[in-house]
């Protein structure tokens, strides 16, 4: 049985039955049968049920939003922008995938033509995260099944009823029972799900489970996406116009969802020109983040895992017998539930853990940069490559810097943002392959070559 705790109250919610190598059997059986007759499904007629389940999440907003805050701690109002934003996503997903996944004729000669047909990859297993459930969900089920794949969805166990409502939505949705399956439990069953014959794995997830199921599935031959954490580093140059503005934006960039999205700030380095009064609004923008129960109007809410406390914890207390400056925050809040205070340390070095291991959590360090120069050599210097984020008024300039990470996504003038137009990808330690755009879209196909000869 998986018991589903309530990060704000600690209490238990409800207690799910787990699947066991029996079940998952029986489970992948049905899917296999059941993927022949969907990837005949024409296209069309799968595009209108995944929008169906793109508006039910619209329609259903006020009771999923309660269930995600409820087992995942994320205040409610960001539980329901997640919900619009993953509608948004199958909104553009459902809109292109006609282009993006139809026969491309690429030459035409008399009596010739040559196509790539973009034929599913079979049934595909979704390990998931808990962070943004709908939204990492979203970046592979929906294109998955567009493409005519059948899906084995095994969300995180931090995120159980959601993962379970997302099943009966695509059911209530069209999508037929035997082509979209949930699977519930953790470590134990995410393993077993790596013995079995899939023919494609999608996980979203941290860099050690992460390497560790790209190295078990590479015997199978099969394609295997893995999108996993960050460490991504923002630079505030000289020539900001407005330092108190960008210093609330870039706080929102590192403390929203409490520092629990892949793609949150996770290091700063300044300015030395814009360096002070930068920090001193940072630090009061902290300051005046309401934290409390995330059923109500606040901020930041909980964290997701009990166990992340003593990490964070572990990581202050490492930067500041190292001579951080704590500014705010470092601490658990006493009294039932995972909270712990925004955290602002200056005076780190890079190579202090706040600085080089993803926290996944509500702190932030500040670092004090000379030039670009200094700027771009230590934010390249990370294991990890998901994002990079640039504010200055000089585009050029920006895009100088950024052409110099080793990252996935750039931003200038903004960060911790995702859009389902661009790809979504990692390198490094941030994992391989792509989600969303096209790229995303053709990443549960096998394209395949046609060589048509008249006569
Ligand atoms: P996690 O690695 O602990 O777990 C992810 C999933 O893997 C869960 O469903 C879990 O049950 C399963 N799992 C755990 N051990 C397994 C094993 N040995 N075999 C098979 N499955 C196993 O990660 P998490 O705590 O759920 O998520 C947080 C991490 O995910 C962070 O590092 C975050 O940055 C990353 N993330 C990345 C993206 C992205 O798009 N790049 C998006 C969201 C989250």
Redesign the pocket.
């Known amino acids: 049985m998986l018991r589903i705790v309530n990060p704000a109250t600690e209490e238990v919610i409800r207690e799910v039955p787990c699947d066991d190598s029996d079940s998952l059997q029986e489970k992948y059986n049905r899917l296999r049968s059941g993927s022949t007759a969907w990837r005949q499904v024409p296209l069309a007629e799968r595009i209108l049920i995944l929008r169906r389940f793109g508006e039910m999440l619209e329609h259903q907003t006020h009771n999923l939003a309660a269930i995600l805050t409820a087992e995942v701690g994320k205040p409610l109002q960001q539980s329901r922008n997640e919900l619009g934003g993953a509608r948004q996503r199958i909104q553009w997903l459902t809109d292109h995938a006609t282009p993006y996944l139809s026969d491309e004729v690429m030459n035409e000669a008399p009596g010739l033509k040559e196509i790539i047909r973009y034929e599913p990859l079979g049934v595909v297993c979704n390990?998931?995260?808990?962070?943004?459930p709908y939204?990492?969900g979203t970046?592979v089920f929906v294109p998955a099944l567009l493409a005519g794949n059948a899906v084995l969805y095994?969300?995180?166990?931090?995120a159980t009823l959601t993962g379970l409502e997302i099943e009966r939505m695509m059911h209530d949705a069209g999508v037929p029972h035997d082509v979209f399956i949930a699977a519930t439990?953790?470590?134990d069953?995410?393993?077993t799900?790596?013995d079995m014959p899939f023919d494609g794995y999608f996980?979203?997830?941290?860099?050690?489970?992460?390497k560790?199921?790209y190295e078990?599935v590479s015997r199978k031959m099969v394609p295997c996406q893995c999108?996993?954490?960050?460490k991504d580093p923002l630079y505030v140059t000289d020539d900001i116009a407005d330092v108190k503005a960008v210093a609330a934006g870039t706080a929102d960039g590192a403390f929203y969802n409490n520092g629990?999205?892949?793609?949150a700030v996770e290091r700063i380095y300044v300015h030395e020109k814009v360096y002070d009064q930068y920090v001193d609004h940072f630090v009061k923008e902290v300051k005046g983040y309401v934290a409390g129960d995330p059923m109500g109007s606040v901020y930041l809410g909980p964290l997701t895992?009990k166990d992340q406390l003593v990490f964070l914890e572990d990581q202050v207390q490492e930067a500041v017998k190292r001579g951080a400056r704590l500014e705010t925050g470092g601490k658990r809040v006493e009294g039932k539930g995972y909270f712990f205070q925004p955290t602002v340390l200056t005076q780190v070095s890079n190579d202090m853990q706040v600085m080089q291991e993803?926290s996944?959590g509500p702190i932030i360090g500040i670092m004090k940069v000379k030039n670009d120069e200094e700027a771009v050599k230590l934010m390249a210097d990370t294991k990890y490559g998901?994002t990079a984020s640039v504010y200055s008024k000089d585009e050029e300039r920006a895009l100088s810097i950024l052409k110099r990470m080793n990252t996935g996504t750039g931003y200038w003038n903004c960060c911790d943002r995702?859009s389902a137009a661009v790809p979504?990808s990692?390198r490094l330690q941030?994992?391989i392959g792509s989600?969303l755009s096209h790229a995303g879209l053709r990443a549960f196909t096998h394209p395949k070559a046609l060589h048509l000869k008249s006569s």
């Open positions: 390990i998931s995260a808990w962070n943004y939204l990492v970046n095994k969300p995180s166990e931090f439990g953790g470590k069953v995410g393993e799900l790596l996980f979203t997830g941290s860099y050690r489970t992460g560790y199921i078990r999108e996993l954490g960050g629990q999205s892949c793609c895992r993803e996944f998901l995702v979504w990692g941030s994992g989600t």
